[in-house]
C-alpha cells in the first residue's frame, strides 16, 4: 500500500482546485476513512471497488490488528472479502494518524452518543478534528458523515480546524457533510447503491465532494449546505422515530380492545397511497433511531423551540420496555401461576435488530436488566453474538454467553422472550420444546407456526 500512495506536497499559494476533482473523477486520490466500524467499512468496500487507495485509521489497536489480518469485525461484511482489500494493497489499516498528511481526502465516521444528560456527544468528532488539523495539509476534502446536528460543521469543526491551521475553509481547505445511511442487515442497499446527499461549506468543496462521491455512489443528491445534509439525516431518522411511537401506542390501544395490531397494519398496507408500514417491538435500538432526534431537540432549545413531538415519541418507544415486561409478568401468572422472580427466562435476541451482529442500544439489553432487576434468571441465545461485548452502559451483562438452542435447553426455562428475530433460528424447535413464548415481533405468525403457547405482545 505505501508504495501506491501519491503523496502531494503541502502549498498554499494556489490550489488547482479542478486538478484535486480530477483525481476524484479518475480514482487517482488517496482517500482516509476514520473509523472502521458500520459505516466506515462499507465505505471502504466502495472506494476500493472503483480503484481508490484507501487508509483506515481507528483507535481500536484490536480491531486495526484484525483488520491486517484479513478479519472482519463486522459479520454482514465477510473476512474474505478484507483479506481482499488487504491483499490488493489498496487498503490498510492503522492507529497511526501521522499518514493524513498524504491524503486527498479524509472521511470521518466516528460515533456521535448521547451524554448521561441526553444532550449531543462530540468528543469523538472534535478530537478526530484537532487530529485532522493537526496532519492537515492544504488543498485537502474533509468530509464528516457522523451523524449530527445543524450546524456541527460549519460552527465545530471548520472554527477547529481553521484556528488550529490558520488556513481558511473553501480557500485552503475544503468541507462538506454527507450523511452515512447504512442499514446493517439490509441486502437490498450498500453503500454504492444508497444515493448519498452532499452539502459543501462553499462551491469548491460542494464541486469536490460530489466529484468523490459520484464516482463510488450511483446517485449524489446535493443540497445547498452542510447544515441542510445534517438537517437531512435528522429528519430521515425522527420520521421513523416518530412512526414507530405512533404504532406502539397503537399496539397498547388495540391490545386492550382485543384487536391484533399486526392484522391492522396488513391490512392497512394494502392502500395503494397515502399509508407506509411502519411495525410495533420492544422498543427502539440502534446507532440513529434511538440518538439521533435527540441532537435537534438539543439544537432547537437554541432557538428557544420547544420539540415536544419528538419527546413525546421518546417517551412512548422508551415505555415499550415496560410494557413488554409486565406483559411477560402477567403470562407468567396467567398460565404458569409463576411470578417473574426466580423463573427462568430466554432472552431470543440481544441484537437491535434481525440479521445483525450490532448491538448498540438494543432494547434487549435493558429487558433483560429489568428482568432480573425483578429477580428472573435469565439466559440469551442469539447467532449473530455469542458474546455480550464490552459496552458503557450494561457493564452486569458483559462477557455472558449465548446458549445452544437444543429441545433439551429449551425445556428448562418458564418462558422465552422474542426480542429479535433473526432469520436463522429455529422457531419451530422452539414453539415444540417451550411451554410459554412471548412473541414481540410477531415472528411466529409470519412463519406460520401457532399454538396456544405463544402470546403475541
Not at 140 to 148: A, D, G, M, V, Y
Not at 319 to 345: C, D, F, P, W
Not at 386 to 402: F, N
Given at each position: 500500500m505505501s508504495g501506491n500512495l501519491k503523496a502531494v506536497k503541502p502549498k498554499s499559494a494556489f490550489l488547482d482546485v479542478k486538478a484535486l476533482e480530477n483525481k476524484f473523477l479518475n480514482a487517482e486520490a488517496n482517500i482516509a476513512v476514520i473509523g472502521l466500524g458500520y459505516v466506515g467499512l462499507p465505505l471502504i468496500s466502495a472506494l476500493y471497488a472503483k480503484g481508490f487507495n484507501t487508509v483506515g485509521f481507528d483507535v481500536d489497536e484490536k480491531r486495526v490488528e484484525d483488520l491486517n489480518g484479513g478479519v472482519?469485525?463486522?459479520?454482514?461484511?465477510?473476512?474474505?472479502?478484507?483479506?481482499?482489500?488487504?491483499?490488493?494493497?489498496?487498503?490498510?489499516?492503522?492507529?497511526?494518524?501521522?499518514?493524513?498528511?498524504?491524503?486527498?481526502?479524509?472521511?470521518?465516521?466516528?460515533?456521535?452518543?448521547?451524554?448521561?444528560?441526553?444532550?449531543?456527544?462530540?468528543?469523538?468528532?472534535?478530537?478526530?478534528?484537532?487530529?485532522?488539523?493537526?496532519?492537515?495539509?492544504?488543498?485537502?476534502?474533509?468530509?464528516?458523515?457522523?451523524?449530527?446536528?445543524?450546524?456541527?460543521?460549519?460552527?465545530?469543526?471548520?472554527?477547529?480546524?481553521?484556528?488550529?491551521?490558520?488556513?481558511?475553509?473553501?480557500?485552503?481547505?475544503?468541507?462538506?457533510?454527507?450523511?452515512?445511511?447504512?442499514?446493517?442487515?439490509?441486502?437490498?442497499?450498500?453503500?454504492?447503491?444508497?444515493?448519498?446527499?452532499?452539502?459543501?461549506?462553499?462551491?469548491?468543496?460542494?464541486?469536490?465532494?460530489?466529484?468523490?462521491?459520484?464516482?463510488?455512489?450511483?446517485?449524489?443528491?446535493?443540497?445547498?449546505?452542510?447544515?441542510?445534509?445534517?438537517?437531512?439525516?435528522?429528519?430521515?431518522?425522527?420520521?421513523?422515530?416518530?412512526?414507530?411511537?405512533?404504532?406502539?401506542?397503537?399496539k397498547v390501544i388495540y391490545s386492550e380492545m382485543g384487536i391484533d395490531i399486526w392484522e391492522v397494519i396488513d391490512a392497512a398496507k394494502t392502500k395503494p397511497f397515502g399509508f407506509m408500514p411502519f411495525y410495533p417491538g420492544p422498543g427502539l435500538g440502534g446507532h440513529c433511531i434511538p440518538i439521533d432526534p435527540f441532537y435537534l431537540t438539543w439544537k432547537a432549545r437554541e432557538f428557544d423551540v420547544n420539540t415536544r413531538f419528538i419527546e413525546l415519541a421518546?417517551?412512548?418507544?422508551?415505555?415499550?420496555?415496560?410494557?413488554?415486561?409486565?406483559?411477560?409478568?402477567?403470562?407468567?401468572?396467567?398460565?404458569?401461576?409463576?411470578?417473574?422472580?426466580?423463573?427462568?427466562?430466554l432472552l431470543l435476541g440481544v441484537a437491535y435488530k434481525r440479521n445483525v451482529d450490532d448491538m448498540r442500544e438494543s432494547p434487549s439489553l435493558k429487558i433483560w436488566e429489568r428482568f432480573e432487576?425483578?429477580?428472573?434468571?435469565?439466559?440469551?441465545?442469539?447467532?449473530?453474538?455469542?458474546?455480550?461485548?464490552?459496552?458503557?452502559?450494561?457493564?452486569?451483562?458483559?462477557?455472558?454467553?449465548?446458549?445452544?438452542?437444543t429441545a433439551d435447553n429449551l425445556k428448562q426455562y418458564d418462558a422465552v422472550f422474542v426480542a429479535t428475530d433473526h432469520d436463522s433460528v429455529d422457531y419451530d424447535l422452539i414453539s415444540q420444546n417451550c411451554d410459554l413464548i412471548i412473541d414481540s415481533r410477531n415472528v411466529f405468525e409470519r412463519k406460520g407456526i401457532k399454538g396456544d403457547n405463544i402470546i403475541k405482545t
Open positions: 472482519s469485525p463486522i459479520k454482514h461484511i465477510g473476512s474474505d472479502h478484507i483479506k481482499e482489500l488487504i491483499d490488493s494493497g489498496q487498503f490498510i489499516a492503522t492507529t497511526s494518524f501521522e499518514m493524513l498528511g498524504q491524503m486527498d481526502a479524509v472521511i470521518i465516521c466516528v460515533p456521535t452518543p448521547l451524554t448521561k444528560q441526553r444532550e449531543p456527544d462530540l468528543s469523538y468528532v472534535i478530537s478526530t478534528t484537532k487530529c485532522i488539523a493537526k496532519h492537515l495539509k492544504p488543498g485537502q476534502l474533509i468530509t464528516l458523515e457522523s451523524t449530527t446536528y445543524p450546524g456541527t460543521t460549519t460552527e465545530v469543526m471548520k472554527p477547529l480546524i481553521e484556528q488550529e491551521t490558520g488556513l481558511v475553509s473553501g480557500k485552503d481547505f475544503f468541507l462538506a457533510y454527507s450523511p452515512e445511511r447504512e442499514d446493517p442487515g439490509n441486502t437490498g442497499f450498500s453503500a454504492e447503491n444508497t444515493p448519498k446527499v452532499v452539502g459543501g461549506d462553499g462551491p469548491d468543496a460542494m464541486l469536490l465532494a460530489n466529484a468523490l462521491y459520484g464516482k463510488i455512489i450511483s446517485k449524489v443528491v446535493p443540497v445547498s449546505s452542510p447544515e441542510a445534509a445534517e438537517a437531512v439525516k435528522l429528519t430521515e431518522n425522527i420520521f421513523r422515530a416518530v412512526n414507530i411511537a405512533l404504532v406502539n401506542e397503537l421518546g417517551e412512548i418507544n422508551v415505555s415499550m420496555i415496560r410494557y413488554v415486561t409486565n406483559n411477560l409478568a402477567e403470562a407468567l401468572n396467567e398460565h404458569k401461576q409463576k411470578g417473574l422472580k426466580g423463573s427462568k427466562i432487576e425483578k429477580g428472573a434468571i435469565v439466559d440469551y441465545h442469539d447467532p449473530y453474538l455469542l458474546e455480550v461485548p464490552k459496552t458503557r452502559e450494561h457493564i452486569t451483562l458483559m462477557g455472558r454467553k449465548s446458549i445452544e438452542l
